[in-house]
């Protein structure tokens, strides 16, 4: 399988793709816009740039403390517990150099969330008078930056190819990322375990490669029907990491702590987590939750209508 260098060359790769794709969509979003003042500014009148929503209420989706705790945690339990990033750790040969690809993690991340509010900006400042899902242009909001690649530069030969590959690059680096270190994990922890006799390592890390790739092309069908695909992905992470998160912090300051609590405790955890993000979901589909979001318009949409006419015979007075 290559092993964890081929996992890092091929994530890096593909990193160079997706960054690419998203400068040159951006380069070409904002010319056509007229410049980046432009673009701030139709973000601003649409109440778009709200930097510091100081309100405390928890229940309100997105202020200043919600992301600020809500983000904290998330990269925490990635970053600290994260069987991709401790295998990652774990590759290099001592705990300077960890601490190093810690830091240049941090600059690429922030580099590439920079290059994603630039994207959003732009899609705001391009549809702020026709929005695409209410014009039927699109379906879900997961589909606006490809519509607009298709409007920016779809006469360039080639680039739609370019921001596709960029796509792609990015689930597979995830994909190439999770594949690994899952496979990694049930092979030593569980199947060596299972299994009485020795087993060959490289053999059924193959195997559950596979199998677990096989799973995770299956689920696209249950993925398509949860909404925004970015949603459902960090409320699916919150109910796993929020609870191994809460498990070794529980063992970090708490060493009184035996296992019997800490298997309750991961337990209770596990079904409230659930039970939210579950519940929530049903909610949506249901109509029950409604996410309050920015107003948006089609007051400047162009509508065409189609009429067709069936030729018959005329009515004759005389």
């Given at each position: 399988m290559g092993g964890m260098r081929a996992v890092v060359w091929t994530d890096a790769l593909q990193t160079v793709v997706m960054v690419s794709a998203m400068i040159f969509v951006m380069v070409l979003g904002a010319a056509k816009l007229g410049g980046w003042g432009q673009v701030w500014e139709i973000n601003e009148a649409g109440g778009r740039?709200?930097?510091?929503?100081?309100?405390?209420?928890?229940?309100?989706?997105?202020?200043?403390?919600?992301?600020?705790?809500?983000?904290?945690?998330?990269?925490?339990?990635?970053?600290?517990?994260?069987?991709?990033?401790?295998?990652?750790?774990?590759?290099?040969?001592?705990?300077t150099t960890a601490i190093k690809t810690v830091w240049i993690f941090a600059i690429g991340l922030s580099v590439t969330l920079l290059l994603s509010v630039a994207n959003g900006l732009l899609l705001y400042a391009s549809y702020a008078g026709c929005d695409p899902v209410l014009a039927k242009r699109a379906s879900k909001p997961d589909q606006l930056l490809p519509l607009f690649v298709m409007d920016v530069a779809g006469h360039i030969p080639g680039f739609v190819g370019l921001f596709v590959a960029g796509v792609f690059s990015a689930a597979l680096s995830s994909m190439?990322?999770?594949?690994?270190?899952?496979?990694?994990?049930?092979?030593?922890?569980?199947?060596?375990?299972?299994?009485?006799?020795?087993?060959?390592?490289?053999?059924?890390?193959?195997?559950?490669t596979a199998v677990v790739g096989f799973v995770c092309v299956a689920l696209v069908y249950v993925v398509e029907n949860m909404g925004v695909i970015l949603q459902g992905m960090h409320s699916l992470n919150g109910i796993t990491s929020g609870t191994m998160l809460g498990l070794f912090l529980l063992g970090i300051f708490c060493p009184k702590a035996n296992s019997k609590g800490a298997l309750v405790g991961s337990a209770v955890s596990l079904c409230s987590l659930g039970f939210?993000?579950?519940?929530?979901?049903?909610?949506?589909?249901?109509?029950?939750?409604?996410?309050?979001?920015?107003?948006?318009?089609?007051?400047?949409?162009?509508?065409?209508?189609?009429?067709t006419l069936s030729q018959s015979d005329g009515f004759v007075l005389f």
């Open positions: 740039l709200q930097f510091f929503n100081m309100d405390p209420d928890p229940f309100q989706r997105q202020t200043f403390w919600t992301a600020l705790i809500g983000i904290y945690f998330m990269f925490l339990a990635d970053c600290a517990i994260g069987q991709s990033f401790v295998q990652r750790y774990l590759s290099v040969p001592d705990q190439s990322t999770g594949l690994n270190s899952l496979s990694g994990v049930l092979v030593s922890d569980l199947l060596s375990n299972v299994l009485s006799k020795k087993i060959s390592t490289g053999y059924w890390l193959r195997i559950v939210i993000v579950f519940g929530a979901q049903y909610s949506r589909n249901t109509g029950s939750l409604v996410d309050n979001v920015l107003p948006v318009s089609v007051d400047n949409c162009t509508f065409t209508t189609n009429f």
